[in-house]
Each structure stands twice: as structure tokens, then as C-alpha cells.
């Protein structure tokens, strides 16, 4: 039975995400199995709504099964971010197809890109270009690819979901799996434009829930995705930014020291010190990482390891060490019924995650303790309950 597994945010679902999983039930897919960010996204910020909340648009607008994507491999780098979705997919069992939105819409030249930046020439290239200093690890990136493959090739990193297709292939190269690719092209809004054939992109989409532009913002969801988001704003619950709990991120950023800072993402290349200078003069988020920045550094790596530095967040490993199950439907269940069959350590229940191992279970904690400081940016602090991650349990329709 052909089935797709999809990496994804889902921040919020929108009609272009519809439009895809309609484009994989066309293609014949018997199956859809999401593995989707939680609280936290890769651009280091706050999802929008819940991550309840987002599954189960998901699973109303088209999807199976959505698992979560926990905040290491969520909030990290495409690399780490594509590594960890794509090892998700693979540990279920049941999954034959990885499919991600593009705008080349072919998954032949974003293979050759991968294997091209798996290889050691692009290795002491990028080395090269990153120690001058003055340009940015993307930008150092497309000159090593347009010195190995020409400037066309090269030219399909310029767009954003062509650039993670490029991860997951290297992911799918990297863990030696037999899914195959398959890539939908991206329709309607550019990954951060403009609405255009009556869709927007989810950035659009955020900024006018964010601007108080309820009506408009919710017009460019499926209408079950736009009445879970309305059940999710009345409720307080929504929308979600990190800017709403800013005075509790300062205070745990104020008590670390310089050394501290060199733990995350990029602070051992010498951000460390800026970032702890940056925290000293800063009274809201965006004063902060506006002292911070440099021209190496862009605006999301700053976001991922001020967000990392506020989570404490570790390294993360190559896969999850669990499979949470966050939202299903009834043929979601039989897909769940067969990943247990084929070994898959499926949890539906946090109360049982002992039965994992150690590192399950170290995890799964830590995802709750994060959960409760994502519920501190709540609209309506009357929801930020302690332990709501270890209560909710998952949407079954």
C-alpha cells in the first residue's frame, strides 16, 4: 500500500497544504503520515496554535496520522530539522513515499544537489568561503554548489522549499532509506509573499492573526482549519508568539553567563559573546537580536539559538526516540496498528513512555516541561496550567 510521509509545520494548515495532501490522494496514495513540529518551529519562534490544535486541522484537511516533531530537531537547522522528520517517517514501518512541496516541482535535480553537497570537493569548498567571514553559511553554500554543478543547478537553493527538498534527500541519502521521493510543486503565495490564486502563505497568514485581522487571516484556511483557529482564539489560546512571554525569556536569558551561551547553536563560532553582550542592553526580543546580528549570522539562526538558549535545548541525535501520536482518523488507527506491528516505539499515552527507555522518557519529560513555558504565551495566562502536555491525549476522529 503506497503511503506518504510528509515533514511539516503546519503553522498554521492552510489551503495550500490541503491542495497538496488533495495532489497525494491523487497520485495514488493509500496513506498520509505527518511528522509535524510541536510547540516550536525552525525558525525559531513559537508555532502559532497549539500543537493539538494543528494536528488536528491537519488530520480534517486531508492527513492520516500526524506525529510530533519534538523541539530539538523542530527548532534546529534544515539539516537537522529535515534529518530528524525524514528518520521519524522512516522508523513508522509503513511509509513508502517522502513528499514535500517544491517550486522546481521534480525531484531528480534536487537528488543531484544532494549528493553533490554530501561530497567531500563541496566540503573544502564551503570550508574555504566560510572561513572569509563576511558572507552568510547560505550564501557560502550556493557558490560551492554553482562551482560543482553551474549556476543553474545551483540556482534551485535561491528558493526556500527546493532548498529542504535538497535536506531531505540528503536525509533519505544519509540514512540509507528506500522511500521514494516525490515532490509536489508549490502553488498559489511564494513561501513568504503576497496571497495569489487565493492562497496565502503561512507567513501571511500568521502576521495578519498577529495584526488582530482575524476575518481575513482565517478566509485562507479550509473551513474546519478556520473554525479549530477561531475555537483556539475564543478559547485564549491563540494566536501564539514568542514576543507574549518576552519579560519570561529575558529573565532566564539575564541569569546565564557568557560561557553558557557557547552551548547553542552557533554560539561556539564567537555569537556566545555578543549574544551575552546583546542580553545586557536589550529590553524586548527584537532590540536583542538586533545587537546580536552580524552579517554572517541570518535573522532565523539568531531566533533558533535565542530559542535554544530559553529551552535549554541539547544537541539533537539523528532520530526521535519515540512516536507520538498527536491526532489520527480511522484509517490513521490501522496505520498506528501496523507501525506497532512492524517494532515502531508508537506513544500515545505519556504515561507509558518508561516502557521506551531511558531516553524516551528523558525526552518526553523535557518536551513537557517546554510545553509549559510555550503555554506562558498564551493570549489568556488562565490556560498555562502545569502539565498539560502529560494530560492532553491525542485527537482520534
Known sequence: MPVAGI????????????????????KGMDGIVCVMSGSFVQRGEFAVADKFARAEMAVRGGADVVLELPAPWSAATAEVFALGGVSALARTGVVTHLAFGSECGDAAPLMTLAQALDGADYADILRQKLMQGN?????????????????????????????????YCRALRKLKSDMTPITVPRTGAAHDGAPSEGIASATHIRQLLLAGKREEALAFLPAEAAMIMQREIAAGRA????????????????????????????????????FYQAVRKAYDLELLLDEAKTKRYTHARLRRMLLAAYLELNAAGEEPPYLRVLAANERGRKLLRQMRDSGAPVLTKAADVSALGAAAEELLHAEATRYDLYTLAYPQLKNSICGRDYRISPIML
Open 135 to 167: 558572507k552568510t553559511f547560505a550564501v557560502c553554500r550556493r557558490e560551492a554548489a554553482a562551482q560543482l554543478l553551474g549556476e543553474e543547478t545551483a540556482a534551485l537553493l535561491d528558493t526556500p522549499n527546493n532548498n529542504l527538498g535538497v535536506e
Open 239 to 274: 494566536p501564539v508568539t514568542m514576543e507574549n512571554c518576552s519579560c519570561a525569556v529575558l529573565s532566564h536569558l539575564r541569569r546565564m553567563s557568557e560561557e553558557d551561551f557557547a552551548r547553542y547553536a552557533g554560539g561556539s563560532e564567537g555569537l556566545h559573546h555578543r
Open 7 to 26: 515533514v511539516c509545520e503546519y503553522n498554521p494548515f492552510h489551503l495550500g497544504h490541503g491542495w497538496m495532501l488533495q495532489q497525494l490522494r491523487e
